[in-house]
């Protein structure tokens, strides 16, 4: 490990052991750490360290803390390490919207690529991520299926899981696919020439129809919430419920369970 450049070091090992995901969410920690206070993390002193995370919400503050405690220990400060302040933040129930709001949102796009991408968000419960990893040739027409590339959310490569596609989504994808003269493999294109549509223009086109209907703070993972509640209210078990929705733990999934629950009980006290 050369001692001159430790961040380099750093990365070059994080490469190696971490996620794509998880490495530049740690590298954006230390370097933030840095354009802060000027001096890396192994020389800083503890109030620095506090004074850094107390900029944050509980819950990023959680985030960068671990990267900071991992960067620490790498270079072999475990004394500094230990005294990273440990943010505990409160896992709140999921945001879910009404399928109401669903339709508005669909008919709030400005074109049938839009539609599609938050059709396909809302049906198969995809992250952003997922969205962009699509390709022509996971959706097959005929069968009325789609092959999605499921995210592991602690890192690794996705796994890919086959899931039907109701006969409206398949129909509008095909007329979307159909509108198009490019040769580029992606599901979903943008620019000119057609290229992979980014995470970040999934964002933009979500938040601008968010701010069409009138809910500007909704985020793109609602869809995914909203539509894993509604399953779970249709009756699907937790096992599927879980293999569907890609969930490594039970415990992610039973939180959906929950709210189907917590529904059903409410519509029972109106009656």
């Given at each position: 490990m050369s001692q001159q450049n430790p961040l380099q070091a750093y990365e070059q090992w994080l490469k190696l052991s971490a996620s794509p995901r998880t490495a530049y969410a740690y590298l954006y920690t230390i370097r933030k750490f840095i354009e802060r206070f000027g001096k890396d993390p192994s020389q800083a002193k503890p109030e620095e360290i506090y004074a850094f995370l107390s900029n944050f919400s509980p819950r990023s503050a959680h985030r960068h803390a671990y990267a900071l405690r991992s960067y620490l220990m790498f270079l072999g400060?475990?004394?500094?390490?230990?005294?990273?302040?440990?943010?505990?933040?409160?896992?709140?129930?999921?945001?879910?919207i009404t399928n109401e709001l669903v339709r508005k949102m669909l008919l709030a796009c400005d074109n049938l690529r839009e539609k599609c991408i938050i059709a396909c968000m809302y049906e198969l419960a995809l992250r952003r991520g997922?969205?962009?990893?699509?390709?022509?040739?996971?959706?097959?027409?005929?069968?009325?299926?789609?092959?999605?590339?499921?995210?592991?959310?602690?890192g690794g490569l996705p796994e890919d899981h086959i899931l039907p596609i109701s006969d409206e989504l398949a129909e509008m994808i095909q007329m979307y696919l159909n509108s198009r003269n490019d040769n580029e493999r992606a599901l979903f294109v943008c620019g000119d020439p057609p290229r992979r549509i980014?995470?970040?223009?999934?964002r933009y086109i979500f938040k601008k129809i968010a701010k069409r209907i009138g809910m500007p703070d909704l985020k793109p993972h609602v869809l995914r919430h909203t539509r894993l509640t509604e399953l779970a209210k249709m009756g699907l078990d937790l096992i599927d419920l879980a293999k569907f929705a890609h969930h490594k733990s039970p415990s992610s999934t039973l939180i959906y369970i929950h709210l189907a629950h917590k529904d059903i009980v409410e519509k029972l006290k109106r009656t």
């Open positions: 400060r475990f004394d500094l390490a230990g005294k990273v302040p440990k943010p505990k933040f409160t896992t709140s129930l999921p945001n879910c997922e969205v962009v990893l699509l390709n022509r040739d996971d959706f097959d027409y005929n069968n009325r299926l789609m092959r999605v590339h499921r995210l592991k959310t602690k980014s995470s970040e223009m999934v």
